[in-house]
């Protein structure tokens, strides 16, 4: 291009940064209160007083209380995770997005309103999740805990934010997209599509509501948004920033462009199929469990073609670690989501998950990305951007820099190391025999104890990572004192609309690369779900496919390698691949659940329904966040059976055993143990009233002071619960709900269902009165009063549902589903009848 | 690279040329290599995708290993086998007097006794059996259990009959004390831990079933 034309079309733009620092500042002053949380539910987990009791020491005696209902671990606990993966991750995505598309794009962002209504919006969001969730209010799954007006105001902040991305994109002076620009894309189109579906729910008040999936169907959908929400908010848009902050920080050229495409591809495929690896071992129909295992394992590799392109890219910069703290926070970084990839697919083997999952080495993983990948990418981006953003030079201090490096890098080895010492060492415990080969050696208590010393070893690396952070936005602060706020202007080439984005949507999708990807990957999947026969001629037209793909690829290399170069300049076509590629895989494991996953499809066992009561009781049990610590799942794994199901009436979970649970409490951790069994039968004279493996007063007793029952117990104290009247109007409102989801409640009126959960809670109440229980917090509350109080309570509801967990009806015990298309597992039991035993199990196997 | 040569872009080209193919767009003066993949990364790639099919083909199409039912019911089957075994075992040479007068008197199996009534009873009955805590005052809690110590046996009261209701736990279709049920603690402990925890609750009311006093050396 001659100077002349150069002149005619170039023009000097003014970037929006103000926005990018507005993000900046909202990442670091939520992220420090969600570190701190997370040190304060990491000290509960040792001491039990951590739950509200300290605050009489440090106010000396003002305020008395055994445990602060607010800041009890099952509710913290949640806060801890939404704020540090939403507001403190989140916000520097945004900031990071905000900045480097601009760049990448060479425009200013679309819409400086939009980006305003996103910040805001999604602060006042965060801000609405510190306030109902230590209030109680939640919808009880995993990192989808906001209520459900929340649940709507996110997803209209992030529409907001995509069509603000969009249209910048639509607005580029930059015929191609850079890989950032790619790994965006796809942030944004999957987030939306995982976070939709996940939160699908029936309101029952403004608060409340009951998610539409249930029992297993809502732990394959949970998990496979759970696992995904990992992939794209803490992986594939940290790649994307990371492609744009490395290269910048490093001033040196991306490793390889190659394997950005590949890696790219295979990670958004790959990625989204791998979420059943959160629920191994469990009822979970074994195909999908295989899934997930072998898809996290084929993870591994393009997950490492990530970390390859960062480091690499480092090559010819590694004299500067010893001078930039930058380079340095992003080498570590990087080194972190390497190992992080590759400890995610060794726990994803059914074998290693056995003894890994419900224990703190799950934990320790999730926080080696995070504190390591995720973190110290923040720390590195944000020491890079802060000078850029106020005008200074540089950083007011390198060695505040360095000190934060070296205390967060202590603090995340502290950390990461404590959780593989506790959770190795307490699930050889869990599942170690007596001599005998045939009894377990300890009690769940016993195993919690042994793993104080890491816990307070955890806590302590929590607290190293806290100030560090702390150094960090002292470092930011001065270094915008320091400068003022500038607004970077470039000189762009502007481009002329009709020569941007003109691909046709022919020429886009009908061609050698995207046909042969599209129907190896439908064969394959028809190979997986077809029939006997049918199957196997699938598989060899996947093989066909795959080997003429290959030789068209040899053959016309050129040609392809041309397609992707102009597919990547145009971002419709593109985005659309990209949906497909994410939505094949969650749509072959969720959709087949729509047709197994129903009361007439169950073998074995079907669960009975909630009373009222229980099902009031249930929702405490959610509001207070005993998931948290609770599994309700047996899996078919010998220790398990031994531990929660030894009777031969109990045994492992079932999967028609929760079917009307909405949503599902299988639970993902046992700091306590698991409850899937707690229930029983029907108490002789009664027709409500059940009695489990425990008894109501050992319940009341156990909710009021766990150590009383439980010595060594870190539970939080529930006491409050007795004194607090359970919802019980809201109960018929909430049956409703239920029946529209599917499950078989009789028709009851509204006093019907009112009166049966009130004497219910009567009948309950009664029992404890006779064992003349009394509650330490209320010593005046004697008689009658003590009866009405405890028959309406919170407690005595929760004490419900404890005695009606595990309580099935049988099920015509010859009854098994014939083979059916989509259901891998029937088919599999056509081709193949039961072996004999073999040799090995006729040793006992004893205790390792 | 300089301007005379020519520009290199194909990987492949530049690396049989031993040099690093650099592609000629720029992104915000970011640029980019293209080198190949490397061969160990490969193998990771395509070894996992292949093991897929494999684990897959055999599972599914030949079927060639067991459920996960299937393995954990047989090793159940032997596990319970076991137990019964040993139960049948122990019960041989078990009757009231070899409780009373052999295991009730060795201190031995009295400490295994204590052990397991800390871990197991001790919620339910109290460390002193009573089924009762002091909070001070004169004020007791009641525990769910019934007192060990008050000389009554709602399931009989010969140490054999102790020996029983530890082992299978409330009989069928019985109400409990006050709705709490025993659990069958045969289920979860070795039969020898069972004699050895009725053997110290006998020691403990010594004076009902005529414990021996303990003959120390």
Same mark, same amino acid.
């Given at each position: 291009m001659s100077d002349a034309a150069r002149s005619a079309n170039t023009t000097t733009i003014t970037y929006e940064d103000r926005t990018v620092r507005h993000f900046l500042a909202a990442s670091m002053f939520w992220g420090i209160i969600g570190l701190f949380v997370g040190v304060l539910a990491a000290t509960q987990l040792s001491w039990w007083q951590m739950n509200g009791k300290f605050l009489e020491w440090i106010t000396f005696g003002l305020i008395q209380s055994e445990g602060l209902a607010f800041i009890t671990?099952?509710?913290?606990?949640?806060?801890?995770?939404?704020?540090?993966?939403?507001?403190?991750?989140?916000?520097?995505?945004?900031?990071?997005?905000?900045?480097?598309?601009?760049?990448?794009?060479?425009?200013?962002?679309?819409?400086?309103?939009?980006?305003?209504?996103?910040?805001?919006?999604?602060?006042?969001?965060?801000?609405?999740?510190?306030?109902?969730?230590?209030?109680?209010?939640?919808?009880?799954k995993e990192y989808a805990e906001l209520i459900w007006p929340l649940n709507i105001a996110v997803v209209l902040i992030w529409v907001v934010f995509g069509?603000?991305?969009?249209?910048?994109?639509?607005?580029?002076?930059?015929?191609?997209?850079?890989?950032?620009?790619?790994?965006?894309?796809?942030?944004?189109?999957?987030?939306?599509?995982?976070?939709?579906?996940?939160?699908?729910?029936? %309101?029952?008040?403004?608060?409340?509501?009951? %998610?539409?999936?249930g029992g297993v169907q809502d732990a394959l959908v949970q998990w496979w948004y759970g696992h995904n929400a990992v992939a794209f908010f803490l992986t594939t848009p940290i790649l994307g920033i990371m492609y744009y902050f490395v290269p910048k920080a490093a001033q040196r050229p991306v490793y390889s462009y190659r394997l950005s495409i590949i890696h790219f591809w295979a990670l958004v495929f790959i990625y989204i199929w791998a979420g059943p690896h959160h629920l191994l071992n469990t009822s979970l129909p074994r195909w999908l469990q295989l899934?997930?295992?072998?898809?996290?394992?084929?993870?591994w590799a393009p997950s490492w073609a990530g970390m390859l392109n960062g480091l690499l890219t480092l090559r010819g910069a590694w004299d500067r670690l010893r001078t930039d703290p930058v380079i340095k926070f992003l080498a570590v970084s990087i080194t972190f989501y390497g190992m992080a990839t590759f400890e995610g697919p060794l726990l994803s083997i059914r074998a290693v998950n056995a003894l890994s999952h419900y224990t703190d080495w799950t934990v320790g993983h999730v926080h080696s990305a995070t504190l390591g990948w995720n973190g110290f990418m923040i720390a590195g981006v944000f020491y890079w951007l802060a000078p850029r953003l106020w005008g200074t030079k540089k950083l007011w201090s390198v060695n505040m820099a360095n000190m934060h490096f070296w205390l967060g890098l202590v603090g995340i080895l502290l950390y990461v190391s404590a959780m593989w010492i506790a959770g190795i060492m307490q699930g050889l415990m869990l599942s170690q025999t007596n001599p005998d080969g045939t009894t377990l050696k300890y009690e769940f208590v016993e195993t919690l104890l042994a793993i104080q010393f890491p816990y307070i070893m955890r806590s302590a690396g929590g607290a190293f990572y806290l100030v560090g952070f702390i150094l960090c936005a002292v470092n930011l602060w001065m270094t915008a004192r320091s400068g003022k706020a500038v607004d970077a202007t470039a000189e762009v080439v502007v481009l002329e609309r009709n020569k941007v984005d003109t691909m046709p949507a022919r020429q886009?999708?009908?061609?050698?690369?995207?046909?042969?990807?599209?129907?190896?990957?439908? #064969?394959?999947?028809?190979w997986m779900m077809l029939p006997p026969h049918a199957d196997k001629v699938a598989l060899a037209l996947t093989v066909i496919l795959t080997v003429k793909a290959v030789i068209t690829f040899k053959r016309d290399s050129q040609t392809w390698a041309g397609y992707f170069d102009r597919l990547i300049e145009n971002y419709i076509p593109f985005t659309v691949l990209v949906f497909i590629a994410v939505a094949i895989g969650g749509m072959v494991q969720i959709i087949p659940s729509f047709f197994v996953n129903r009361a007439e499809n169950m073998e074995e066992r079907l669960q009975e329904l909630y009373t009222p009561l229980e099902l009031a009781g249930r929702d405490v049990y959610i509001a207070e966040g005993c998931y948290n610590c609770h599994s309700q799942m047996i899996r078919t794994l010998v220790p398990d059976v031994l531990r929660y199901g030894p009777r031969d009436d109990q045994g492992y979970s079932r999967i028609g055993e929760s079917l009307y649970d909405f949503p599902h409490q299988w639970g993902s951790k046992r700091t306590g143990p698991d409850l899937a069994r707690e229930g029983g039968a029907l108490v002789p004279d009664s027709e409500v009233m059940r009695t489990g493996l425990r008894s109501n007063v050992w319940h009341f007793q156990h909710f009021v002071d766990p150590r009383q029952t439980s010595p060594g117990s870190n539970m939080p104290a529930y006491d409050f619960l007795f004194t607090k009247e359970a919802d019980i109007?809201?109960?018929?409102?909430?049956?409703?709900?239920?029946?529209?989801?599917?499950? %078989?409640y009789p028709a009851m009126t509204r006093d019907e269902i009112e009166?049966?959960?009130?004497?219910?809670?009567?009948?309950?109440?009664?029992?404890?009165?006779?064992?003349?229980?009394?509650?330490?917090?209320?010593?005046?509350?004697?008689?009658?009063?003590l009866l009405r109080t405890l028959a309406s309570s919170e407690g005595v509801?929760?004490?419900?549902?404890?005695?009606?967990?595990?309580?099935?009806?049988?099920?015509?015990?010859? #009854?098994?589903?014939?083979p059916t298309p989509l259901n891998p597992d029937t088919q599999?039991?056509?081709?193949?009848?039961?072996?004999?035993?073999?040799?090995?199990?006729?040793?006992i196997e004893t205790g390792r | 690279m300089s301007q005379e040569e020519p520009k290199i872009t194909r990987a492949a080209y530049a690396s049989k040329k031993g040099e690093i193919a650099l592609r000629e767009h720029e992104y915000d003066g970011i640029q980019e290599y293209d080198q190949l993949l490397p061969n160990w990364w490969l193998f990771i790639f395509f070894a996992f995708t292949f093991f897929f099919f494999a684990y897959w083909i055999i599972y599914y199409q030949f079927g060639l290993t067991r459920t996960d039912v299937e393995r954990l019911e047989d090793r159940l089957a032997v596990i319970n086998e076991a137990k019964a075994a040993a139960l049948e075992e122990l019960l041989a040479n078990l009757d009231d007097d070899v409780l009373v007068t052999q295991l009730a008197t060795d201190p031995e199996q009295l400490a295994v006794g204590h052990q397991v009534y800390t871990t197991h009873c001790l919620a339910c009955h109290g460390a002193d059996l009573h089924a009762r805590i002091s909070i001070g005052d004169g004020q007791f809690v009641n525990l769910p259990g019934r007192s060990l110590m008050d000389g009554e046996w709602e399931y009989g009261d010969t140490p054999m009959d102790i020996f029983r209701i530890i082992n299978d736990g409330s009989p069928p279709g019985s109400s409990g004390f006050n709705g709490a049920l025993m659990e069958a603690f045969g289920q979860r402990l070795p039969p020898t831990d069972i004699a050895a925890v009725t053997a110290y609750i006998l020691r403990e009311n010594a004076e009902q079933f005529d414990v021996p006093e303990i003959s120390g050396p």
């Open positions: 671990y099952g509710r913290i606990r949640p806060l801890h995770t939404n704020a540090v993966i939403f507001a403190f991750v989140g916000n520097m995505i945004f900031a990071c997005v905000y900045y480097s598309t601009q760049r990448l794009c060479k425009c200013r962002t679309a819409s400086t309103l939009l980006s305003r209504i996103h910040f805001w919006g999604w602060q006042a969001i965060i801000a609405g999740a510190a306030i109902t969730l230590p209030a109680g209010l939640t919808r009880g069509a603000n991305f969009f249209w910048t994109l639509a607005r580029r002076n930059e015929r191609s997209l850079y890989v950032s620009l790619w790994f965006y894309i796809a942030t944004i189109v999957t987030v939306a599509l995982l976070y939709i579906v996940n939160h699908l729910s029936i %309101p029952t008040s403004l608060t409340h509501s009951y %998610p539409i999936f899934l997930g295992m072998l898809f996290s394992l084929m993870l886009a999708f009908l061609n050698d690369p995207v046909t042969y990807s599209v129907l190896a990957v439908v #064969f394959m999947i028809l109007k809201s109960l018929p409102g909430k049956i409703h709900v239920q029946r529209r989801l599917g499950v %078989p009166q049966h959960a009130l004497d219910h809670g009567m009948e309950i109440a009664q029992s404890l009165m006779a064992a003349e229980v009394f509650l330490p917090a209320e010593p005046d509350l004697r008689g009658d009063d509801a929760l004490i419900a549902y404890m005695q009606k967990l595990g309580v099935y009806e049988e099920i015509d015990p010859e #009854f098994r589903l014939d599999r039991r056509a081709i193949r009848s039961r072996p004999p035993v073999p040799e090995e199990t006729s040793a | -």
